[in-house]
């Protein structure tokens, strides 16, 4: 199946800086790609939809300005979050549709564990 | 989106059938029921997915009534490694939707 990677999969920060995470679809094209944040023992929370060579669509409660997120290209999406302080700290999975008509399923990144101290 | 009610957790010995079974009232017409396998901090995985009565794969099974308002699991002769949360999504069969993720149900295998 499709391959989907993000990188850093673990990253520490001092509160105040920005954390820049990245999500590519290895072997297909995404025009949209989906992120979301898990705190421990919760579910999936969806942020924003990340639309190729367009801005992305924040779900509400989600702030823009802090999580800006580019769509640089058909393979890449990148989220980052600006002046980071430990309330931000999650976990950051990245997502992408299969290629092709309707597959049907999403490829989950392998996730970015973000700790802001 | 349909929201889905699962139960939160689940225990079974290892070699046993487990089912876990999925509510979704507001289903719609369009919508495909799928779910997701996700171990600790790691990305979700696809499991399986239907539209209605019966769907098999080489890891599990998925029984979808005909009102198609609940589905269910079913992972044959569990071993410890399918020690997970289970979500069941419920949405539209077009990849570029998002899903929504419910709270899933912690399955916890033991020997």
């Known amino acids: 199946g499709a391959v989907v990677s993000q990188h850093p999969s673990r990253v520490i920060c001092k509160s105040g800086t920005s954390v820049k995470i990245e999500c590519r679809s290895l072997d297909f094209q995404a025009t949209t790609m989906f992120w979301y944040r898990q705190f421990p023992k919760k579910s999936l929370m969806l942020m924003a939809t990340?639309?190729?060579?367009?801005?992305?669509?924040?779900e509400q409660g989600v702030e823009k300005d802090k999580f800006l997120i580019n769509h640089a290209s058909l393979t890449l999406s990148t989220l980052t979050v600006t002046s980071a302080h430990p309330e931000d700290s999650s976990f950051y999975i990245c997502?992408?549709?299969?290629?092709?008509?309707?597959?049907?399923?999403?490829?989950f990144g392998e996730g970015s564990r973000l700790t802001v101290l | 989106l349909a929201k889905t009610t699962q139960p939160i957790s689940m225990d079974s010995y290892e070699g046993q059938e487990v089912n876990i079974t999925c509510s979704h009232n507001?289903?719609?017409?369009?919508?495909?029921i799928t779910w997701y396998q996700q171990f600790p901090s790691q990305g979700p995985r696809f499991i399986i997915q239907?539209?209605?009565t019966k769907v098999t794969n080489e890891v599990a099974s998925l029984f979808i009534p005909a009102d198609r308002k609940s589905s269910t699991l079913s992972l044959p002769r569990v071993s410890l490694s399918d020690t997970a949360v289970y979500y069941c999504?419920?949405?539209?069969?077009?990849?570029?939707?998002?899903?929504?993720f419910g709270k899933g149900t912690r399955l916890s295998v033991i020997a």
């Open positions: 239907g539209y209605k």
């Open positions: 990340s639309n190729e060579g367009s801005k992305a669509t924040y």
């Open positions: 507001n289903i719609a017409t369009n919508d495909y």
């Open positions: 999504l419920v949405g539209g069969y077009s990849g570029n939707t998002p899903l929504v």
């Open positions: 997502s992408a549709p299969g290629q092709g008509a309707d597959t049907g399923e999403l490829f």
